[in-house]
């Protein structure tokens, strides 16, 4: 079958392009780079903003096998209690769970490091599996490093007391990414993503407003994106650290994005080390997106993930190295806290008529150790 | 895919042109032993990975964008 | 169609890889290569005095070019101290040259790690340059004459049986 042709013609591609990375494959080389190291994170997170409170723990090990391999397994949970404002205009407020668990192995090779890694995600009515495959490589005696990455995710959609219901969506995600070493004190890195989506898009759940009606929402069953960014870091000497990072994004939706970010870290101390940033995003609305349609067309929707609006970010960090030992383990206890005050511009609430805005606060307890 | 396209046919073209001419071959700039200032946590390109996950997450699920996040390089570059 | 374009890109960025790494393949090859004399250089110690290379012909002489903040440096410092004691005695001689900006810093490290051997203070790189190093950490073997032996670059856990051989190698 020719689909069966093509994905043996694009097995072999990738192995051919992993073996032009990788050179010929000799057993017992000397490496150029070293395997992640052994770690043990938790982290406590919580957001509450827009009527939307969401919360859980996080946990992440990595352990390295023999020297060869490392493997890393990680936990995600988010209790959301979703009273946001679609929810309490158009359906009453809800309380859901999603699980996450992650399974990676890194694998070294001279100057090159595989990671091969899958993801389940599910909640009561979505579920959605990804694998990924990322290949870095080092060159330029270390100078610039290399990243191609390619990640596939397949969502089964349903919806809460409607077995009726039932749909997919696939994505997929290619990723290349250039790190720089511009000087002994400045890095640069560039990332450029392209993505593609196929499937049920949208929410069951989500109305559009279309006459002043409400109706269920209509989303193309494609969408294609590409985003490319580009960041800067450097050394400060005694003044700790700064980056700057700008990303561009477009896609078959109309939407256009740019994000700014710049963010300065430095030590206090011997056990110290604080980080402040701030971050912008703008955005312009999907091409089928409204608040209150006056027109009837094939797509229409109301969601406020794609209407016009901007968001900026103020945040810090604090992070507290409560035991270390050189070469032996390293235990750091961070704390986070970020304000994001989000505005619409063609998005409106429902129950006063006024362009629609809100603030929210992130706040994020880790506990990291390195051995 | 035009963009990735248009990439490999800069790439290709900038090699068939490179490869005519005796180029002076360029050498790393920042040697092994004076990365000192890279190899600090402070300049990484992305410290924790859990809490990343997780801003990652809140933007991905309340804005349109998605995408072009992060690959770590830099660092020490032992071994 | 979907997997047309997968195969599609999968081609574009293998062109990509392909070249990038065609372009860029050249890396620095080392001035310092077996046979040749190893260059003399005099260094301050950590415990005060110079140490001057030409004082150990006659010895088998390691040089190790490490730093505090190179991760295998300070994984390879015990096994390195371990082949000091045993062979000193037997005309082995361990110079361990740091790189660190910050001398404090070395001492520190090299005092929390139990070394024994001389560590050698080259702040300004001075040293480092002059043996060209494009690795951290390089270990270098110098036999009885003053010349060049072996040459490793990077450390990985097992390399110091591959040391010890050398080393028995050239105290014979």
């Given at each position: 079958?020719?689909?069966?042709?093509?994905?043996?013609?694009?097995?072999?591609?990738?192995?051919?392009?992993?073996?032009?990375?990788?050179?010929?494959?000799?057993p017992?080389?000397?490496r150029?780079?070293?395997?992640?190291g052994?770690?043990?994170?938790?982290?406590?997170?919580?957001?509450?903003?827009?009527g939307?409170?969401?919360?859980?723990?996080?946990?992440?090990?990595?352990?390295?096998?023999?020297?060869?391999?490392?493997?890393?397994?990680?936990?995600?949970?988010?209790?959301?209690?979703?009273?946001?404002?679609?929810?309490?205009?158009?359906?009453?407020?809800?309380?859901?769970?999603?699980?996450?668990f992650?399974?990676?192995?890194?694998?070294?090779?001279?100057?090159?490091?595989?990671?091969?890694?899958a993801?389940?995600?599910?909640?009561?009515?979505?579920?959605?599996?990804?694998?990924?495959?990322?290949?870095?490589?080092?060159?330029?005696?270390?100078?610039?490093?290399?990243?191609?990455?390619?990640?596939?995710a397949?969502?089964?959609?349903g919806?809460?007391?409607?077995?009726?219901?039932?749909?997919?969506?696939?994505h997929?995600?290619y990723?290349?990414?250039?790190?720089?070493?511009?000087?002994?004190?400045?890095l640069?890195?560039?990332?450029?993503?392209?993505?593609?989506?196929?499937?049920?898009?949208?929410?069951?759940?989500?109305?559009?407003?279309?006459?002043?009606?409400?109706?269920?929402?209509?989303?193309?069953?494609?969408?294609?994106s590409?985003?490319?960014?580009?960041?800067?870091?450097?050394?400060?000497?005694?003044?700790?650290?700064?980056?700057?990072?700008?990303?561009?994004?477009?896609?078959?939706?109309?939407?256009?994005?740019?994000?700014?970010?710049?963010?300065?870290?430095?030590?206090?101390?011997e056990?110290?080390?604080?980080?402040?940033?701030?971050?912008?995003?703008?955005?312009?609305?999907?091409?089928?997106?409204?608040?209150?349609?006056?027109?009837?067309?094939?797509y229409?929707?109301?969601?406020?993930?794609?209407?016009?609006?901007?968001?900026?970010?103020?945040?810090?960090r604090?992070?507290y190295?409560?035991?270390?030992?050189?070469?032996?383990y390293?235990?750091?206890?961070?704390?986070?806290y970020?304000?994001?005050?989000?505005?619409?511009?063609d998005?409106?609430?429902?129950?006063t008529?006024?362009?629609?805005?809100?603030?929210?606060?992130?706040?994020?307890?880790?506990?990291?150790?390195?051995? | 895919?035009?963009?990735?396209?248009?990439?490999?046919?800069?790439?290709?073209?900038g090699?068939?042109?490179?490869?005519?001419?005796?180029?002076?071959?360029?050498?790393?700039?920042?040697?092994?032993?004076?990365?000192?200032?890279?190899?600090?946590?402070?300049?990484?390109?992305?410290?924790d990975?859990?809490?990343?996950?997780?801003?990652?997450?809140?933007?991905?699920?309340?804005?349109?964008?998605?995408?072009?996040?992060?690959?770590?390089g830099g660092g020490?570059?032992?071994? | 169609?979907?997997?047309?374009?997968?195969v599609?890109?999968?081609?574009?960025?293998?062109?990509?890889?392909?070249?990038?790494?065609?372009?860029?393949?050249?890396?620095?090859?080392?001035?310092?290569?077996?046979?040749?004399?190893?260059?003399?250089f005099?260094?301050?110690?950590?415990s005060?005095?110079?140490m001057?290379?030409?004082?150990?012909?006659?010895?088998?002489?390691?040089?190790?070019?490490?730093?505090?903040?190179?991760?295998?440096?300070?994984?390879?410092?015990?096994?390195?101290?371990?082949?000091?004691?045993?062979?000193?005695?037997?005309?082995?001689?361990?110079?361990?040259?740091?790189?660190?900006?910050?001398?404090?810093?070395?001492?520190?490290?090299?005092?929390?790690?139990?070394?024994?051997?001389?560590?050698?203070?080259?702040?300004?790189?001075r040293?480092?340059?002059?043996?060209?190093?494009?690795?951290?950490?390089?270990?270098?073997?110098?036999?009885?004459?003053?010349?060049?032996?072996?040459?490793?670059?990077g450390?990985?856990?097992?390399?110091?049986?591959?040391y010890?051989k050398?080393?028995?190698?050239?105290l014979?």
């Amino acid at each position: 079958m020719a689909a069966t042709r093509a994905a043996i013609g694009l097995w072999h591609r990738l192995l051919a392009l992993l073996g032009s990375l990788l050179g010929v494959l000799a057993p017992g080389v000397s490496r150029a780079v070293d395997l992640p190291g052994d770690k043990a994170e938790a982290l406590l997170h919580s957001y509450i903003g827009g009527g939307v409170n969401a919360y859980g723990p996080a946990v992440l090990v990595r352990k390295s096998i023999m020297d060869k391999v490392s493997l890393s397994g990680t936990y995600y949970m988010d209790a959301v209690s979703n009273a946001s404002i679609d929810v309490v205009t158009t359906a009453s407020k809800y309380n859901e769970t999603r699980h996450e668990f992650g399974l990676s192995a890194d694998y070294v090779y001279r100057d090159a490091q595989i990671t091969l890694g899958a993801m389940t995600s599910h909640e009561p009515d979505y579920v959605a599996n990804t694998g990924n495959i990322d290949v870095t490589q080092e060159v330029f005696g270390g100078m610039t490093t290399v990243a191609f990455g390619f990640t596939k995710a397949s969502d089964k959609v349903g919806k809460k007391n409607s077995p009726e219901f039932s749909d997919h969506a696939h994505h997929w995600q290619y990723r290349f990414g250039l790190t720089q070493i511009l000087t002994s004190r400045w890095l640069a890195s560039l990332n450029f993503d392209a993505l593609s989506d196929d499937g049920y898009l949208g929410s069951p759940y989500r109305s559009a407003r279309v006459f002043g009606a409400f109706v269920p929402e209509r989303n193309p069953r494609t969408r294609s994106s590409r985003a490319g960014k580009v960041k800067l870091v450097g050394d400060l000497g005694n003044f700790g650290s700064i980056n700057f990072g700008y990303r561009y994004y477009t896609d078959t939706w109309d939407i256009k994005a740019h994000t700014a970010e710049a963010g300065w870290s430095r030590y206090f101390g011997e056990a110290w080390l604080a980080d402040i940033f701030a971050r912008y995003y703008t955005q312009t609305h999907a091409n089928f997106y409204s608040d209150n349609a006056m027109t009837e067309t094939v797509y229409v929707s109301r969601n406020r993930q794609l209407s016009t609006f901007n968001d900026i970010g103020l945040g810090g960090r604090l992070s507290y190295n409560v035991r270390r030992v050189p070469g032996r383990y390293d235990v750091k206890l961070i704390g986070t806290y970020e304000y994001t005050r989000y505005k619409f511009k063609d998005f409106t609430d429902v129950r006063t008529g006024e362009l629609y805005g809100y603030g929210a606060n992130l706040f994020q307890v880790y506990l990291s150790a390195t051995y | 895919m035009t963009i990735l396209r248009a990439l490999a046919c800069a790439a290709l073209l900038g090699a068939t042109l490179l490869a005519g001419c005796s180029v002076p071959k360029l050498e790393p700039w920042v040697k092994p032993y004076e990365r000192e200032r890279l190899a600090d946590p402070i300049m990484k390109l992305s410290r924790d990975s859990l809490p990343d996950k997780h801003f990652e997450h809140v933007r991905d699920v309340r804005e349109g964008a998605r995408g072009a996040t992060g690959v770590q390089g830099g660092g020490c570059g032992c071994n | 169609m979907k997997t047309l374009s997968i195969v599609r890109s999968a081609s574009a960025l293998r062109i990509v890889a392909s070249v990038v790494f065609a372009v860029v393949a050249g890396t620095a090859s080392s001035a310092i290569a077996p046979s040749t004399p190893a260059p003399d250089f005099s260094l301050h110690a950590m415990s005060g005095p110079n140490m001057r290379l030409q004082d150990q012909r006659g010895r088998v002489v390691m040089v190790n070019f490490w730093a505090t903040w190179c991760a295998p440096c300070r994984q390879e410092m015990p096994q390195l101290n371990r082949l000091y004691q045993k062979y000193r005695s037997s005309g082995f001689v361990l110079l361990g040259v740091n790189v660190d900006d910050d001398p404090s810093k070395a001492a520190e490290v090299a005092t929390k790690l139990g070394v024994t051997f001389p560590v050698l203070l080259d702040a300004d790189k001075r040293v480092s340059k002059l043996y060209d190093l494009n690795t951290m950490p390089s270990t270098v073997l110098i036999d009885r004459d003053g010349k060049v032996r072996y040459v490793h670059r990077g450390y990985l856990a097992g390399y110091e049986d591959n040391y010890e051989k050398q080393i028995r190698e050239l105290l014979k």
